[in-house]
């Protein structure tokens, strides 16, 4: 299985990095880019490749892979027209979702416990997707609605009967067969004009009109990861999620000052 990566946008949000535009992927925690994170995580899971979908600075992208010695593993796809919008960049990607294999489509802007991806790739079901059950409302947060176990919306704004709710991750597994119905729907998308529009559209559109369960999800409350979207996200990657993953890693407390809910599971 292979990984997908979206990870051509420039980040409006967020801004500049000490006074230096760069790509999130290229954000450092720890001493490491979130891509060199990507990368030995994929690795390390078994994952063949990790395809990368760039445009804002690519330069600068490929020259941490070669900096990284990882040009075995990673392959880019550019795309041009990076300022319309991410599902421009899922169209550019759009032939590594059709060559009749299961992957693993992924957004680039998270930092993440190594445990949490695994939970995706070792999940039994062909298509699925991760849940956070402990989120902050807002219309921020891509929401993945249940109903008697069913997935029955996924989207920012919610407007259905839900049993539970929680946030998506950003990662999917997903089979041939509904990576292609994914692609088809986004060129829908683009020929429609609708390039502005967020690509989890298009997962939408496919998941909500697929046979009862098609698609399926794996709760990963309590887990360590955050989505990199605003400055505020960069000091809790910093201050929370990275000292939990390290902890993890070294199998020793945790020592930053986030609490555990009860009832939560950890990636310890």
């Known amino acids: 299985m292979k990984a997908v990566m979206l990870a051509a946008g420039v980040g409006n949000r967020l801004g500049n990095t000490?006074?230096?535009?760069?790509?999130?992927?290229?954000?450092?925690?720890?001493?490491?880019?979130?891509?060199?994170?990507?990368?030995?995580?994929?690795?390390?899971?078994?994952?063949?490749?990790?395809?990368?979908?760039?445009?804002?600075?690519?330069?600068?992208?490929?020259?941490?892979?070669?900096?990284?010695?990882?040009?075995?593993?990673v392959r880019t796809v550019l795309n041009k027209n990076y300022h319309e919008g991410n599902i421009i960049t899922l169209w550019t990607?759009?032939?590594?979702?059709?060559?009749?294999?299961?992957?693993l489509l992924m957004d680039a802007d998270v930092l993440y416990c190594e445990e949490?991806?695994?939970?995706?790739?070792?999940?039994?079901?062909p298509n699925c997707l991760l849940i956070d059950r402990h989120f902050e409302p807002g219309d921020e947060p891509v929401k993945v609605c249940v109903r008697?176990?069913?997935?029955?919306?996924?989207?920012?704004?919610?407007?259905?009967?839900?049993?539970?709710?929680g946030e998506s991750v950003g990662f999917f597994k997903l089979s041939a067969?509904?990576?292609?119905?994914?692609?088809?729907?986004t060129e829908l998308y683009v020929r429609q004009g609708r390039r502005h529009e967020p690509y989890e559209e298009t997962i939408r559109d496919v998941l909500l009109t697929s046979?009862?369960?098609?698609?399926?999800?794996?709760?990963?409350?309590?887990?360590?990861?955050?989505?990199?979207?605003?400055?505020?996200d960069v000091k809790r990657a910093n201050s929370e999620?990275?000292?939990?993953?390290?902890?993890?890693?070294?199998?020793?407390?945790?020592?930053s000052n986030w609490k555990m809910e009860q009832g939560e599971t950890t990636c310890l």
């Not at 008697?148 to 709710?165: P, V």
């Open 116 to 125: 949490l991806l695994e939970c995706l790739v070792n999940s039994p079901h």
């Open 211 to 232: 046979p009862r369960g098609t698609f399926a999800y794996e709760d990963i409350t309590g887990m360590a990861w955050t989505e990199i979207d605003f400055p505020a």
């Open 93 to 103: 990607l759009r032939r590594e979702l059709c060559l009749g294999n299961p992957i």
């Open 148 to 165: 008697n176990g069913e997935i029955i919306e996924f989207r920012k704004w919610l407007s259905a009967d839900y049993d539970s709710c």
């Open 18 to 73: 000490d006074g230096i535009p760069l790509p999130k992927i290229l954000l450092r925690f720890g001493g490491k880019t979130l891509l060199q994170y990507h990368i030995e995580t994929l690795r390390k899971l078994g994952i063949s490749e990790l395809v990368l979908g760039i445009g804002y600075y690519h330069h600068e992208i490929e020259r941490e892979i070669v900096a990284l010695g990882a040009q075995d593993f």
């Open 241 to 255: 999620i990275l000292p939990r993953i390290i902890a993890a890693k070294d199998n020793r407390p945790i020592t």
């Open 177 to 185: 067969e509904v990576a292609r119905k994914i692609i088809l729907q």
